[in-house]
Each structure stands twice: as structure tokens, then as C-alpha cells.
């Protein structure tokens, strides 16, 4: 086997430099809430594969379920051949997403594409062209969710002409925006809205309910409530991007229900596949069933493997009520940054998605620096952290759901020793 140094030499001459890794350790196994690397050295895993293995790496009964699928089939095309794991996948994301109105789910590969497909229903349904869209928001990196994506590097940067008909609104951020309330940051965004774009023009208001690569930035509370009402009351399709938030990763299935919305649409990937790449969009059927038969699909959405793990992850999610451990997870990680100086703006998020957002002391100026010098301090003691934040300034925390307190105890220490030394 080759080391992590001979692998990265190999790399260098052959992948793109366009991508990128956080660490260059190359790892060779994983399971529950660690990672090991080809040289044998274990870490403890805060970044879960940007809110993925919610369920834990190989988690058992998504390995169980993907080794009797393959067997099976590996691949029809759902719209050749269709098969029942898809069908149940949609049963599940209608039983699971909040509105117990009609509703109808479709699957495809990843977020950016589940994104773009809601906003391919959303303007089929209303005959509008406009899509409404927020400060700091992440959607993608295809070219119309680079469009509805905020932060120019490294997502948009030369990567243009965008998508058009897409309009930036301001966000909730309750650190950065003076302290605006819910429905003082609303009516703001409500204004621009109505002043550059016209209500009557938008097919759809797009949000993240707490921003992923953004910050984890959390709206005050009232906001999104005021968004989606407005929203209904101009006839536009309310989008929740639950791509980052959903299934479990904040203490409920989706964020939505911490402020008890009920999307139109939402959009899920990432958690849902257990570790197997596959998105969906969910929502009202009048919406979902607007699009002509043969107007959605692709060749490997709800790929049978992929559908296979979803319905284990979720099962897995049920059985051990991930749903209250990320709310545990959440209080641990919350309690234990509590105190960690001055330099600590704000220790926020729900469930287990938190994030410190890091400022030089006594403003709220934004400490880029530190935060890498932070996050590097953290890899080098074997703790797997990401960073986010339009301002590079905030180090965020997604351990798997079900790590041990054991190895949860285990990352704080180092995360803390990384911020008090
Ligand atoms: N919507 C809310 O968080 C993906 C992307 C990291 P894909 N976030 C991680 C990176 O640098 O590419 C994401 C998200 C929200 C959409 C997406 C896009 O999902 O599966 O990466 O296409």
C-alpha cells in the first residue's frame, strides 16, 4: 500500500488542480466517527463528508443493503425499466418532509441537481422566470446554482455568464445585520424583492433554512416564516434547500420544522444516501405533477444502489432516533465552546451542525487567518474540521450521528486546545 505522500505525488501529476481536499491524508477505511489513512493514523471525524455519512462511514446496514443490490442489479435507468427501491424512496421522502398536503418526489444524483430541477418545476408551474435567492447563499456549482450561489471564490470566479433571472435578497444574519429581527431582516428582503424584481414575476424563493458553506448562519427566528408567507401570498413556490440540513443533521428530519414550515419544495441529498450519491425533490403535487410526463429525469437518478442505501441510512436514522443524538451532539459541542475567548463571536446552529464564527476581539471583524490557523491546528492532532463563511471566518462541526461520546469527548479536547493555546 502507498503512503499518503506517495499517493499525493501521484495525484499531483494527474487530477486537476481545480479540485481541492481539505487534508491531504488518503484514507483507507472509516467507520461510525473515525477515518484511518493509508499510514495507519486515525482520525476523529468532525466533517461527516460535508454532512453526509449522517449514519456513520460504512455504516452496517447500508453496506448490507447496497452488497444484496448489486448482486440484483446494478442499473436499469428508472425510466426504462423502473424498479420498487425508487418507488420507496419517494414514499419516504413524502412521509418525511413536513405538509401533510398531496404530495409527489422525483430522484436524481446530486444537490446541484436536485436544485435545478426544483427550479425547473417551480417555473413550469408558474409560468414565471424569476428566482429569488439569498446574501451568503450555496447551491451548487452547475451553472444555475453557480447563479443562485452568493461567494464569487472559489464557486463562480471566471466561471461566468451565469444563469440569468436570478436575484440576490439580504439574508437574516443576526451577527452582522445590527440585530434585525426576524421580521425586520424579512421585510427588508421582502422590499428589495418587490422594488427589483416585482412579486409577480417570481416562480420561486430558494433558501437554505440554516446556511451550509455560508456559515451555518441562522436567521432570526420569524424570518423564514415571514419569507414563506410572502411567498404564498404572491403565488411563488417556497424552496427549502434541505441539501445540507436534512435528515437528522439538526435534531428533526429537516430544519424546516424547527419553525414548523411547510415548503412547496424541498430539495434533500447528501444525509439521504448514507455515503451513495442521490438527491430529491419533494413537495406539493400540483407543483411536481405540472411537469409534462418525460420533463424530468436523467439517466442514473435513483440509481438502484443509491436507492438500496437510502432506504437503509433511513432506517438506520429511525432505529437508532439519530434525530435525538444530533440534538445531544448539539448541546455537547455548544456547552464545550462556551468559553473559548474572546476571538469566539457567536457559538451557534442547530442539532449537530454548529459552527463558531471567529472575529478579531472586540469587533466583528472577520479572522480569516486564524480560522485556518485554527482548523490546521485541529489536523494536525487528528481532528477532521472544515471551514465556511462568505469571510472564510467560521469553523464548523458535523460529526457523523452516531459517534461516541467517546470520540466526540475526544475531538472537543482537541478542538479546545487548538482555540485556547
Ligand atoms: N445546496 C445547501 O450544502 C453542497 C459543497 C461543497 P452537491 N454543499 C457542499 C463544495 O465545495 O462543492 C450543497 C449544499 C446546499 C446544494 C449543495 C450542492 O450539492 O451534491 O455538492 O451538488
Request: some cysteine.
Amino acid at each position: 500500500m502507498s503512503s499518503s505522500e506517495e499517493l499525493h505525488k501521484r495525484r499531483l501529476a494527474v487530477v486537476a488542480k481545480g479540485v481541492g481536499s481539505v487534508v491531504s491524508a488518503y484514507v483507507d477505511h472509516a467507520g461510525g466517527g473515525t477515518l484511518t489513512d493509508v499510514d495507519g493514523r486515525e482520525w476523529i471525524d468532525f466533517a461527516s463528508g460535508i454532512a453526509v455519512t449522517n449514519v456513520g462511514n460504512a455504516a452496517p446496514k447500508v453496506v448490507e443493503a447496497v452488497r444484496a443490490q448489486v448482486e440484483r442489479f446494478t442499473h436499469t435507468c428508472f425510466m426504462v425499466a423502473p424498479y420498487e427501491s425508487y418507488v420507496a424512496v419517494c414514499e419516504q421522502l413524502i412521509e418525511l418532509t413536513p405538509g401533510t398536503f398531496e404530495k409527489r418526489a422525483a430522484l436524481f444524483n446530486s444537490g446541484a441537481e436536485a436544485v435545478e430541477n426544483a427550479v425547473k418545476i417551480a417555473r413550469h408551474a408558474t409560468g414565471r422566470p424569476a428566482v429569488v435567492v439569498f446574501d451568503h447563499a450555496y447551491h451548487g456549482r452547475t451553472n444555475l446554482t453557480m447563479a443562485l450561489t452568493a461567494k464569487n471564490m472559489p464557486y463562480k470566479h471566471r466561471f461566468g455568464p451565469f444563469a440569468p433571472e436570478v436575484y440576490r435578497a439580504p439574508m437574516s444574519y443576526p451577527l452582522r445585520d445590527g440585530g434585525l429581527s426576524g421580521a425586520e431582516a424579512a421585510r427588508r428582503a421582502v422590499d428589495v424583492i418587490e422594488k427589483q424584481v416585482g412579486g409577480s414575476n417570481v416562480a420561486a424563493v430558494l433558501i437554505e433554512p440554516i446556511q451550509g458553506e455560508g456559515g451555518f448562519v441562522v436567521p432570526a427566528p420569524g424570518f423564514l416564516p415571514a419569507i414563506a408567507a410572502w411567498a404564498k401570498a404572491n403565488g411563488a413556490v417556497f424552496i427549502a434547500d434541505e441539501i445540507q440540513t436534512g435528515f437528522g443533521r439538526t435534531g428533526q428530519w429537516f430544519a424546516s420544522e424547527h419553525e414548523g414550515l411547510e415548503p412547496d419544495l424541498i430539495t434533500t441529498a447528501k444525509g439521504m444516501g448514507g455515503g451513495l450519491p442521490i438527491a430529491g425533490v419533494a413537495g406539493r403535487a400540483e407543483l411536481m405533477d405540472a411537469v409534462h410526463a418525460g420533463g424530468l429525469g436523467g439517466t442514473y437518478g435513483g440509481n438502484p444502489v443509491a436507492c438500496a442505501a437510502a432506504l437503509a441510512a433511513i432506517e438506520t436514522m429511525r432505529e437508532l432516533d439519530l434525530n435525538t443524538a444530533a440534538q445531544r451532539i448539539g448541546a455537547t459541542l455548544t456547552a464545550a465552546l462556551a468559553d473559548t475567548g474572546p476571538g469566539v463571536a457567536e457559538v451557534r446552529g442547530r442539532g449537530a451542525m454548529i459552527a463558531i464564527e471567529l472575529v478579531i476581539p472586540g469587533t466583528i471583524e472577520p479572522d480569516p487567518t486564524r480560522t485556518a490557523a485554527v482548523s490546521k491546528a485541529c489536523h494536525e492532532a487528528g481532528l477532521l474540521t472544515l471551514t465556511c463563511g462568505t469571510y472564510g471566518n467560521v469553523l464548523r462541526f458535523l460529526p457523523p450521528l452516531v459517534i461516541s461520546d467517546e470520540d466526540l469527548n475526544r475531538g472537543i479536547d482537541i478542538l479546545r486546545r487548538a482555540l485556547l493555546t
